[in-house]
């Protein structure tokens, strides 16, 4: 139980396009969805703090108007990277929030790897 | 600002040897600690949790400490094999509404038969 999805799992896109990264909890309901990037041989960094139905929360030095988080669903969020430059390259892993007694655990997705040409 | 800092950033030894990573954080207001293990180019998978009350969690030959007065965690593997070799990750769980997790540096471990 409790598996996160993540698609697509790899993406090239040229420079100045928009991404769509899905982020799907396909076992149970996730009232919160975090979305992490993480560059080359570098630790993640949580870029914002996505609760369904409601704006997500940026980290500081996130560009919000950017990086467009949707959570429309207990159990869907997609994270948009709109004008894509080469210097958004890197791997952007999403994680999901169980409410209730497990509310402690993300379960972790497997990653979606963008690189912008 | 929470920093987590792990040492060694890499880690080479041969199978069998027992060894312990280390994880150090600044801010001692956490709500729990947890462990990970990333293979190159995978999402994460969760280890062990240790919540602020507790002092060590324990799973087959994985044993994770933790000491918030010295803002300190250490995980301990026991008999290394090829197969642990990843990085490891820590991450603190930070006390608020939300329960953002901060990361860790992580450490490059590398188990050679």
């Known amino acids: 139980g409790a598996v996160v999805s993540q698609h697509p799992s790899w993406v090239i896109c040229k420079s100045g396009t928009s991404v769509k990264i899905e982020c799907r909890s396909l076992d149970f309901q996730a009232t919160t969805m975090f979305w992490y990037r993480q560059f080359p041989k570098q630790s993640l960094m949580l870029m914002a703090t996505?609760?369904?139905?409601?704006?997500?929360?940026?980290e500081q030095g996130v560009e919000k108007d950017k990086f467009l988080i949707n959570h429309a669903s207990l159990t869907l969020s997609t994270l948009t990277v709109t004008s894509a430059h080469p210097e958004d390259s890197s791997f952007y892993i999403c994680?999901?929030?169980?409410?209730?007694?497990?509310?402690?655990?993300?379960?972790f997705g497997p990653g979606t790897r963008l690189t912008v040409l | 600002k929470q920093e987590v800092t792990q040492i060694p950033a890499a880690l080479s030894v041969p199978e069998g040897e027992n060894l312990v990573l280390n994880c150090s954080f600044t801010?001692?207001?956490?709500?729990?600690l947890q462990w990970f293990r990333q293979d190159p180019g995978k999402g994460l998978t969760s280890l062990l949790l240790?919540?602020?009350?507790?002092r060590e969690q324990t799973s087959g030959r994985l044993n994770a400490s933790l000491d918030k007065s010295s803002g300190r965690s250490t995980l301990y593997i026991a008999a290394s094999q090829p197969g642990d070799s990843a990085t490891y990750l820590c991450a603190h769980c930070m006390n608020t509404g939300f329960q953002k997790l901060v990361f860790g540096t992580g450490t490059r471990l590398l188990v050679s038969p």
């Open positions: 994680s999901a929030r169980v409410g209730g007694v497990k509310a402690d655990t993300q379960y």
């Open positions: 240790i919540q602020s009350s507790q």
């Open positions: 801010d001692s207001a956490i709500y729990n």
């Open positions: 996505s609760n369904e139905g409601s704006k997500a929360t940026y």
